[in-house]
């Protein structure tokens, strides 16, 4: 069913309203003298934009912490009431389509799966608004209205016009997704590229708070990546960026679907590491699951593959921290499930290409399952409610 | 001499009227509506923005060009008065000291080079304000005070803390420079990296006018990049960034200084074209002109070491742009000598490298003499005294 609920505004203003929101909602709870402190903002400006938050019901104080202000200024830390408002985030893969609920802390309240067989437009849309549908159903029983649905999809996506221009994985050109799913829910909708939905959920709330520079690798079917720089997450002048599978990293190496020869994809996806362990040892290699399973009994051509793509995701890892300077990556995706086979040689050819004081970057993983990334989408959804998108 | 003049206080007070003043710096003269549309502000915010500027002398009405403001705001456009204070940008390269003296709008009044020949920090500093007290009793002599000073040196510079860690070209480490020539010139000191330097000048008043996100490409000696994403220069949470010289784009490739294979550096910068012809013709070729007679007289090995340093960077500019999306980059250096010979090589990898829109990026040269290096060091300075420093 659409939503009954009619969708509320968000009481902020001004940027440095919405800085000091966000920093309540990503780092909270915080007193007003540590939300100053964090935003760069007087302690006066803080209070003015935390009081409508907390008159509106979407910032609360904490219990009293003993804590008295000597100046009159209230003391106890402020954090976001999460239950104030929910959201509808929807990944969709090659075949299968995740919808979780979540609060406005982008906290999983409910995960639904559904797969699909055909990748036709109107039948994955139909199955993310009955997905979305049974979720608003949901939340009306909690009480508590949807205040928006965030859709995120691999490819080149332009976000401000709600269009997937490109998405290779399920063959769709030009599909206005953000009006046709919009029409049939009835809610504000924000369609992103699904690196740059997680990257956002990880940004605000997951590895990456705090940080002001950082990227986001993530290794599987396709080698993507999410990059924050100096706290905003990199779009591109022309809806292309992070495309660090397509890193020229070896004039001799094999030739990518792009068409260019070398790419990182070329070496270290999962279809490219299949390719390679067939050629290699002359099996017929079903899937990944098998192509692990030889690898960890030992296979030397096995192995090999996977080492030569431990090798190119550190090099493109290299490339990144050379040319950002980030302070952390965070390596995932469900390749993360030959993580063990590749990591000695991720690591190995990351130290080699860092340049001088970039090598100080922090590499780790972090498994983020596909709801995770659908969580994403809603965390996208998230800013769009708050008056936060990127421009 | 040092200043006797004093330093002057700039009347901007809020990110707002800091970014109305730089978007006349750079764009104007503009009238207030199109300021208002180009900065996203209020009209109401412009004006305010503006009126102290032009009490303070930093910002002039222009003549009346007939049109009239129906609701009463002044409709005359509005531009920097850039004789209304000067600055100095110093440029330090490993055999020679450029200084420049600037006025507001960082166009060069005079420009003065000085070589050296023992790179000692004591002595080079001593040159350093040397030139500088020159250029200020030359503002003296204009009657307009002198409001800052900038220095540019290559490496792994802190801004913040104004210390030259490591300038490998000049074998210096872990220099106080702001604070050294402050002292002599009693004058605020900028110190930052000299691509980053020359970046801001790009930004505000060169090729990069107007675009959300560029890059420049230095060729040369070394290869470097300062980089624009979202409208800041981008520098890295440890100090280093731009480092395209160090992107990893050849496992077969030369062993490059920094120790790693293949980098771009290794294979693209003028010593390594050096190496490459003496190595491929057997020729003891002295220097980067005997390189480029041979070449330009159709020696093969000499033109093959030139097509491989255009590969080269191409292949690292497609690297920047399938990161980063950019709308523009501009490839400068004094190795732009040589860009007959390697144009079609740059073009052609860089159009191999590129994915998807992220093709559609302007690549394009401007020739950037080290007068306009030391005049990114002024654009530094220019930034300090705004108040517009990188956070």
Chains 1, 2 share one sequence.
Not at 170 to 181: C, F, H, Q, S, T
Not at 306 to 316: L, S
């Amino acid at each position: 069913m659409p939503s009954t609920y009619r969708v509320e505004t968000f009481p902020v203003a001004t940027p440095a309203a919405s800085a000091v929101f966000i920093t309540v909602l990503s780092q909270g709870p915080l007193t007003r003298v540590e939300l100053a402190r964090r935003t760069g903002l007087s302690s006066a400006a803080v209070t003015k934009a935390v009081r409508p938050l907390i008159e509106a019901g979407y910032v609360i104080e904490t219990e009293d912490d003993g804590v008295r202000a000597s100046v009159g200024r209230p003391a106890n830390p402020v954090q976001v009431d999460g239950g104030r408002a929910l959201f509808i985030g929807v990944k969709v893969t090659g075949d299968e389509v995740i919808a979780v609920l979540t609060d406005l802390c982008c906290r999983i309240r409910t995960a639904r799966h559904a797969p699909f067989t055909t990748q036709r437009p109107a039948d994955v849309i139909g199955l993310i608004t009955a997905l979305t549908e049974e979720l608003i159903a949901e939340a009306q029983g909690l009480g508590v209205a949807v205040q928006g649905v965030g859709v995120a999809v691999s490819g080149d996506v332009d976000r401000s016009a709600g269009v997937v221009h490109y998405s290779p994985f399920l063959g769709w050109r030009d599909i206005a997704l953000a009006e046709l799913v919009s029409a049939a829910t009835k809610l504000p909708v924000t369609v992103d590229n699904d690196v740059r939905a997680l990257t956002i959920a990880e940004q605000w709330f997951g590895g990456g708070v705090g940080c002001a520079n950082f990227a986001v690798v993530t290794v599987g079917a396709g080698i993507g990546c999410g990059l924050v720089v100096d706290g905003r997450v990199v779009s591109g002048s022309h809806g292309v960026a992070g495309e660090i599978g397509h890193l020229p990293i070896d004039p001799q190496g094999p030739v990518c679907h792009c068409g260019n020869t070398g790419c990182v994809e070329a070496i270290a996806s999962d279809s490219a590491i299949l390719r390679r362990i067939r050629e290699d040892t002359g099996r017929p290699v079903a899937d990944s699951a098998e192509a692990l399973q030889l690898a960890h009994a030992g296979t030397a051509g096995a192995r090999e593959a996977y080492a030569r793509a431990g090798e190119a995701i550190g090099r493109a890892i290299g490339a990144v921290v050379n040319l950002l300077g980030p302070e952390r990556v965070i390596i995932s995706g469900e390749g993360l499930a030959a993580y063990d086979l590749f990591a000695e040689h991720i690591r190995d050819a990351f130290g080699a290409a860092a340049f001088g004081a970039a090598a100080r970057c922090e590499v780790t993983t972090r498994p983020l399952p596909f709801e995770e990334w659908a969580r994403g989408a809603a965390a996208a959804a998230i800013q769009t409610f708050i008056g936060s998108e990127p421009r």
